[in-house]
């Protein structure tokens, strides 16, 4: 049942999921031991190709990996101008040439980690492709739900902030979804798409979205580099019409509900500083368990394989579109 | 000399197909009729359950010369065009150098003469290098036959820069053609903003950012009592603003719609096939459906394919990095044939009228028909036989079509013009 890549939620298996977050709590285990590593990826490599920068995302996986005795190695792209289709395709080449066993991918261009996974033997992590998907992201946010609801079907989520450019917001709520947990958005209306999931309520107002009665908030980033336009007037209004406020946490302490944010946080603006202490904050709970996620995925591919030649792929793709109709 | 012996011939006029004897003696059709005498050393070909049509005339086609052989030259693209039946083009100008002097044109033009089989024709500019700031040699231009202008691949932004040129050139007869897009509502320009957009992550390009330029182009040109050409259309509401405009008669609007518009969703593009990647960009099936009902109307005066060759190298990248566009040349009459004609969703009247006649008399060129006393320019085709279109099939120098590979149903079998035969199997 082992998968060579890791690309997307949309076509993981309810029981693939339930898997990866069993092993997931196995490997949480062994970080309150003296020795917190295992051989268990010995002699393998795992590369690292992050083109866009990402401390957390980043060090995680690096740990992750060096926990269960793999090699790590930073392909260096963040500091070139190298980004575009075309000379990702000559990295892949050289990185064929290597054979080197995983490679954690980040991206700015949707789809990319895909390509990359059809070109390479190696089993390929997509770790954020643009405003597309970012997998382990939602592993570790249900694996952190699931440790305070063991059951989560029926539960609710509410998913606050900039949706359309987020790949969290994608991933998570598919993931959850997946696992019966009930998801709906809330954003201003520049942000919240009207076509996005029909199977997710879109709220554009806090107090009607609270009476929708979450159990979980989960706050996104507000990512002001990803907007090319002005999607909100400006930050203070933001934190005002759609943050956490001072007054709105003694809300969400009063009905005892969770906070969640996947990092790193803008305080101010996504939530009030106060959040930080909040009992039910869930926030580093999200990146202790980002490591054992991250364990459990290099853990489970399977890397190797016959080397999928662009001629393979054509014909996949083919196999594809002879779905011609009318 | 030349004796085809019962085809069924098509015609813009008449839904019904004719079964005739056609004698082509030195280029021209000298006799239609039943059992026609065969003249001595005539050369007869049995042509019973073929449809005879005249050849079709493609009025948007990118050849990439000068600046993209690499892509496609007028030589690979004008055999493309022969290869599906066609037998004239009109090339766009987003060229490197850019189409928008007379130099530039004569250039094309000599090219052309020596390099291709048949007609090869071409638009100029609106504005130098495409910039949408000055005008480009218009007068010059036309001195050598240009009678379209367009900044095609760009919509030239400025409503006052396309004003004055419309002022200017309908003086000299010449008409524009636009192609319509807000560049500030289209992010990426790669696909359709709606649920595929959100589900691949990737900013989309709404219909609206068509529409407004549609309308904008229709206001300036009856401001300027220009005519005006809308290139592939590819949304419902961009098909009922032409057709309200058009209903209203004070303006001259003519308007064109591509076989791929007609076929394909932005569902087809599925896990970022970059075959399906084109602009304006592919829409949803009550789109497609609309563009149907407008070209069974008569709201699209025309087909054309956009044909726009990619090497396998650029479209191999991902869907953000891959150029926008696809092949038709190769496929367009087959897959007309395959979707529409076998189905019974239009006949072959439509299909000669709207992808051979019209785009003639858009050109103001006289009209291909399988009449006595036309110089022969016509196709033979197999409503039976099968196309597969592999990468060997295919004479453009790029096979970026959603079609490689694939198999459909009809065949051209035979391009003939004047007394040369282009092209049989
Ligand atoms: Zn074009």
Same mark, same amino acid.
């Given at each position: 049942m082992a998968r060579k890549d890791l690309l997307d939620i949309a076509s993981l298996h309810r029981e693939e999921i339930e898997f990866l977050l069993d092993q997931s709590t196995s490997f949480k285990k062994l970080f309150t031991r003296s020795v917190k590593k295992i051989p268990a990826l010995e002699g393998k490599s795992v590369l690292m190709l992050f083109y866009e920068a990402s401390t957390r995302t980043h060090s995680s996986f690096e740990v992750a990996a060096k926990r269960l005795s793999a090699e790590v190695t930073n392909f260096d792209v963040a500091h070139s101008s190298i980004t575009k289709g075309e000379s990702v395709r000559e990295t892949i080449e050289t990185l064929q040439a290597m054979r080197t066993d995983y490679i954690v991918v980040r991206h700015g261009h949707p789809g990319l980690p895909a390509m990359i996974a059809r070109q390479t033997t190696a089993s390929v992590?997509?770790?954020? +492709?643009g405003a597309h998907e970012h997998p382990t992201q939602a592993l570790l946010d249900a694996f952190t739900i699931k440790e305070k609801?063991? +059951?989560?079907?029926g539960k609710k989520v509410l998913i606050i902030g900039d949706i359309l450019h987020s790949r969290v917001a994608r991933s998570t709520s598919t993931l959850l979804q997946k696992l019966g947990v009930e998801v709906a958005y809330l954003g201003p209306g520049s942000l919240v798409p009207k076509y996005g999931p029909a199977t997710i309520p879109r709220f554009t107002d806090y107090e009607a979205a609270m009476a929708w009665a979450p159990d979980v908030v989960y706050l996104l980033r507000v $990512?002001? %580099?990803? $907007? +090319?336009? *002005?999607?909100? =007037?400006n930050v203070r209004e933001y934190h005002r019409v759609y943050g956490i406020t001072t007054a709105r946490l003694a809300e969400i302490r009063d009905k005892g509900l969770y906070i969640m944010h996947p990092g790193p946080v803008n305080r101010g603006v996504e939530l009030c500083d106060a959040v930080m202490d909040y009992e039910r904050s869930l926030i580093t709970n999200q990146v202790e368990n980002g490591i054992s996620i991250r364990m459990a995925v290099l853990d489970w591919l399977t890397p190797g394989g016959d080397f999928p030649k662009q001629e393979a792929y054509a014909a996949r793709q083919q196999a594809g579109s002879s779905l011609l109709m009318p | 000399m030349l004796l085809l012996q019962n085809a069924r011939i098509a015609s813009e006029n008449s839904p019904v197909l004719v079964e005739s004897d056609v004698l082509i003696i030195e280029g021209i059709i000298q006799e239609i009729g039943t059992s026609l005498a065969i003249p001595e050393g005539a050369r007869v070909i049995d042509a019973r359950g073929r449809v005879l049509m005249p050849g079709m005339f493609d009025a948007h086609v990118h050849f990439r010369a000068p600046g993209f052989e690499n892509k496609e030259t007028i030589t690979t693209g004008s055999e493309a065009a022969i290869n599906g039946g066609i037998t004239g083009v009109v090339m766009m100008p987003n060229t490197r150098p850019a189409l928008d002097s007379a130099t530039a044109i004569a250039t094309v033009l000599e090219n052309a003469k020596h390099r291709a089989r048949i007609p090869v024709y071409t638009s100029g500019c609106v504005t130098k290098n495409r910039e949408g700031e000055e005008l480009a040699e218009i007068e010059g231009m036309h001195r050598l036959g240009v009678i379209m202008l367009t900044d095609d691949g760009d919509t030239t932004a400025d409503p006052a820069v396309l004003l004055r040129a419309m002022q200017y050139a309908t003086e000299f007869g010449m008409f524009f053609a636009s192609h319509c897009e807000v560049p500030e509502l289209a992010g990426p320009r790669a696909l359709n903003e709606g649920v595929m957009s959100y589900r691949l992550g990737i900013k989309g390009s709404p219909a609206c950012a068509e529409e407004i330029i549609i309308d904008r182009d229709i206001r300036l040109a009856r401001a300027a009592g220009a005519h005006v050409h809308i290139q592939h259309v590819s949304s419902k509401m961009g098909m009922e603003t032409i057709r309200w405009w058009k209903s209203r008669g004070d303006v001259k609007v003519t308007a064109e719609v591509a076989p791929h518009h007609l076929l394909f969703t932005d569902e087809h593009i599925g896990d970022y096939d970059t075959n399906y990647k084109m602009n304006p960009p592919l829409r949803t099936q009550a789109d497609c459906d609309a563009l149907l009902e407008g070209l069974k109307e008569g709201v699209f005066d025309l087909i054309a394919t956009d044909h726009a060759p990619h090497t396998p190298f650029e479209k191999a990248q991902d869907f953000i990095s891959a150029p926008n566009g696809i092949t038709g040349l190769d496929t367009a009459l087959v897959s007309l044939h395959h979707f529409f004609v076998e189905p019974g969703k239009f006949g072959w009247d439509l299909v000669v009228k709207r992808y051979s006649a019209e785009p003639r008399r858009l050109m103001g060129l006289p009209v291909a028909a399988i %009449?006595?006393? $036309? %110089?022969?320019?016509c196709v033979l085709f197999d409503t039976e036989a099968e196309t597969t279109f592999t990468k060997e099939f295919m004479?453009?120098?790029? *096979?970026?079509? =959603?079609?490689?590979d694939q198999t459909l149903q009809g065949r051209v079998d035979m391009v003939i013009l004047g007394t040369e035969i282009l092209l049989e199997r």
């Amino acid at each position: 049942m082992a998968r060579k890549d890791l690309l997307d939620i949309a076509s993981l298996h309810r029981e693939e999921i339930e898997f990866l977050l069993d092993q997931s709590t196995s490997f949480k285990k062994l970080f309150t031991r003296s020795v917190k590593k295992i051989p268990a990826l010995e002699g393998k490599s795992v590369l690292m190709l992050f083109y866009e920068a990402s401390t957390r995302t980043h060090s995680s996986f690096e740990v992750a990996a060096k926990r269960l005795s793999a090699e790590v190695t930073n392909f260096d792209v963040a500091h070139s101008s190298i980004t575009k289709g075309e000379s990702v395709r000559e990295t892949i080449e050289t990185l064929q040439a290597m054979r080197t066993d995983y490679i954690v991918v980040r991206h700015g261009h949707p789809g990319l980690p895909a390509m990359i996974a059809r070109q390479t033997t190696a089993s390929v992590i997509n770790a954020g +492709d643009g405003a597309h998907e970012h997998p382990t992201q939602a592993l570790l946010d249900a694996f952190t739900i699931k440790e305070k609801f063991p +059951d989560p079907r029926g539960k609710k989520v509410l998913i606050i902030g900039d949706i359309l450019h987020s790949r969290v917001a994608r991933s998570t709520s598919t993931l959850l979804q997946k696992l019966g947990v009930e998801v709906a958005y809330l954003g201003p209306g520049s942000l919240v798409p009207k076509y996005g999931p029909a199977t997710i309520p879109r709220f554009t107002d806090y107090e009607a979205a609270m009476a929708w009665a979450p159990d979980v908030v989960y706050l996104l980033r507000v $990512q002001m %580099e990803r $907007q +090319d336009v *002005q999607f909100f =007037p400006n930050v203070r209004e933001y934190h005002r019409v759609y943050g956490i406020t001072t007054a709105r946490l003694a809300e969400i302490r009063d009905k005892g509900l969770y906070i969640m944010h996947p990092g790193p946080v803008n305080r101010g603006v996504e939530l009030c500083d106060a959040v930080m202490d909040y009992e039910r904050s869930l926030i580093t709970n999200q990146v202790e368990n980002g490591i054992s996620i991250r364990m459990a995925v290099l853990d489970w591919l399977t890397p190797g394989g016959d080397f999928p030649k662009q001629e393979a792929y054509a014909a996949r793709q083919q196999a594809g579109s002879s779905l011609l109709m009318p | 000399m030349l004796l085809l012996q019962n085809a069924r011939i098509a015609s813009e006029n008449s839904p019904v197909l004719v079964e005739s004897d056609v004698l082509i003696i030195e280029g021209i059709i000298q006799e239609i009729g039943t059992s026609l005498a065969i003249p001595e050393g005539a050369r007869v070909i049995d042509a019973r359950g073929r449809v005879l049509m005249p050849g079709m005339f493609d009025a948007h086609v990118h050849f990439r010369a000068p600046g993209f052989e690499n892509k496609e030259t007028i030589t690979t693209g004008s055999e493309a065009a022969i290869n599906g039946g066609i037998t004239g083009v009109v090339m766009m100008p987003n060229t490197r150098p850019a189409l928008d002097s007379a130099t530039a044109i004569a250039t094309v033009l000599e090219n052309a003469k020596h390099r291709a089989r048949i007609p090869v024709y071409t638009s100029g500019c609106v504005t130098k290098n495409r910039e949408g700031e000055e005008l480009a040699e218009i007068e010059g231009m036309h001195r050598l036959g240009v009678i379209m202008l367009t900044d095609d691949g760009d919509t030239t932004a400025d409503p006052a820069v396309l004003l004055r040129a419309m002022q200017y050139a309908t003086e000299f007869g010449m008409f524009f053609a636009s192609h319509c897009e807000v560049p500030e509502l289209a992010g990426p320009r790669a696909l359709n903003e709606g649920v595929m957009s959100y589900r691949l992550g990737i900013k989309g390009s709404p219909a609206c950012a068509e529409e407004i330029i549609i309308d904008r182009d229709i206001r300036l040109a009856r401001a300027a009592g220009a005519h005006v050409h809308i290139q592939h259309v590819s949304s419902k509401m961009g098909m009922e603003t032409i057709r309200w405009w058009k209903s209203r008669g004070d303006v001259k609007v003519t308007a064109e719609v591509a076989p791929h518009h007609l076929l394909f969703t932005d569902e087809h593009i599925g896990d970022y096939d970059t075959n399906y990647k084109m602009n304006p960009p592919l829409r949803t099936q009550a789109d497609c459906d609309a563009l149907l009902e407008g070209l069974k109307e008569g709201v699209f005066d025309l087909i054309a394919t956009d044909h726009a060759p990619h090497t396998p190298f650029e479209k191999a990248q991902d869907f953000i990095s891959a150029p926008n566009g696809i092949t038709g040349l190769d496929t367009a009459l087959v897959s007309l044939h395959h979707f529409f004609v076998e189905p019974g969703k239009f006949g072959w009247d439509l299909v000669v009228k709207r992808y051979s006649a019209e785009p003639r008399r858009l050109m103001g060129l006289p009209v291909a028909a399988i %009449e006595v006393g $036309q %110089e022969a320019n016509c196709v033979l085709f197999d409503t039976e036989a099968e196309t597969t279109f592999t990468k060997e099939f295919m004479k453009s120098k790029s *096979q970026n079509t =959603p079609f490689i590979d694939q198999t459909l149903q009809g065949r051209v079998d035979m391009v003939i013009l004047g007394t040369e035969i282009l092209l049989e199997r």
